[in-house]
């Protein structure tokens, strides 16, 4: 069974700096797929990026990106002039390729502060 | 064009009774999955379904829980006999595809709190 681990309950940083949130992951599976979720205190679960195990680019999305290191497995999250509205809690969640049928495995999450 | 709708927003259930969660997936979108996320944890899959068929459910506990997605009207999450331990947030998303790479567009979520 895959396991993702975020080992950072919380993390603080002040506006416009920049941030790393880890995310380490376990999967026998050699093709699959890495997101990072953030769930403002609304509780919309909204995707911010999105990684293909099979690219060893790594993704970005404006301010947004990560570090994957396919055999460490880890996928870390950068933010990069940190804003107020990044606050909330951000999810790091894997998803093999072969199809949706397991739906996404989620870590327990990083609560994210923005000091103003 | 609207996002997943997920109603209510927030259920109370007394322990002993029934608990009812909707969902409307994304227009065009035939597949739906059903979270559970429990106070300071993560989502939980819990089952994974088409149109009239239950693909996955492997995440459903094995007693008082069911789901259905009807050919017309939306998916329902059916919790028996709720006790304390239900209590949760349950996030619907639905998808197009059954590729992995298909983002999968959530609700707000259903607070549930047994009291």
């Known amino acids: 069974a895959q396991t993702v681990t975020q080992s950072q309950p919380e993390m603080s940083v002040q506006e416009a700096e920049t941030v790393t949130l880890s995310c380490t992951y376990d999967t026998s599976e050699s093709d699959y797929y890495l997101f990072w979720y953030k769930q403002p205190p609304s509780r919309q679960m909204i995707l911010v990026i999105r990684?293909?195990?099979?690219?060893?680019q790594n993704a970005t999305e404006n301010r947004f990106s990560v570090n994957f290191q396919k055999a460490a497995k880890s996928f870390s999250l950068k933010i990069s002039d940190s804003q107020l509205g990044d606050a909330a809690m951000y999810f790091c969640?894997?998803?093999?390729?072969?199809?949706?049928?397991?739906?996404?495995?989620f870590g327990k999450g990083t609560h994210l502060i923005i000091q103003p | 064009n609207a996002g997943v709708m997920q109603n209510p927003r927030h259920l109370v259930r007394r322990r002993g009774q029934e608990a009812r969660l909707r969902c409307s997936p994304m227009k065009g979108h035939s597949h739906v999955y059903w979270y559970r996320q429990l106070p300071e944890e993560g989502l939980k899959f819990m089952v994974y379904?088409?149109?009239?068929?239950?693909?996955?459910e492997s995440g459903m506990p094995k007693e008082r829980f069911s789901a259905e997605f009807p050919k017309e009207g939306p998916s329902i999450l059916r919790i028996q006999q709720v006790v304390r331990g239900d209590s949760a947030a349950y996030f619907c998303?639905?998808?197009?595809?059954?590729?992995?790479?298909?983002?999968?567009?959530f609700g707000q979520g259903t607070r549930l709190t047994v009291v």
């Open positions: 969640a894997y998803r093999r390729a072969g199809g949706g049928a397991d739906g996404l495995t």
């Open positions: 379904l088409q149109k009239e068929n239950i693909i996955d």
């Open positions: 990684q293909e195990a099979y690219k060893q």
């Open positions: 998303a639905s998808s197009h595809a059954y590729r992995g790479d298909t983002e999968a567009f």
